[in-house]
């Protein structure tokens, strides 16, 4: 089981970014993929879940941060828009396998059981 996170960046507020995580060895039939973000000096949070049977975006995202899947590139995607400094973190994929669908209870299972895959530094500064 691997992952491999991309798609960060140094950008101005209100920019978009796109995060890409590329993975193998399992399947979002079997298993869901998180993403998370850790700021420094802070508790790491889930962002959104991603399974074969939905996603799920928390709360403080809805509206700028879309999850998305290309099954053919195993490749899972945040899209992250209207970005604000308070976003700025290390974001990181991870997966659980069984962890059922994607909500925020799964988020917090995954947090605490995941696979994590090297994660991508996201800036935001004027």
């Known amino acids: 089981v691997q992952l491999q996170a991309s798609g960060g960046g140094s950008v101005q507020p209100g920019d978009s970014l796109k995060l890409s995580c590329v993975y193998s060895g399992f399947s979002l039939v079997s298993s869901a993929i998180g993403w998370f973000r850790q700021a420094p000096g802070k508790e790491r949070e889930g962002v959104s879940c991603?399974?074969?049977?939905?996603?799920y975006i928390e709360k403080f995202a809805l509206g700028r941060f879309t999850a998305s899947r290309d099954d053919k590139k195993n490749t899972v995607y945040l899209q992250m828009d209207n970005l604000t400094p308070e976003d700025t973190a290390l974001y990181s994929c991870?997966?659980?396998?069984?962890?059922?669908?994607?909500?925020?209870?799964?988020?917090?299972?995954?947090?605490?059981?995941?696979?994590w895959g090297q994660g991508t530094q996201v800036t935001v500064s004027s």
């Open positions: 991870a997966t659980l396998r069984n962890v059922g669908p994607c909500k925020r209870e799964a988020l917090a299972t995954m947090k605490r059981f995941a696979t």
């Open positions: 991603i399974h074969t049977t939905g996603t």
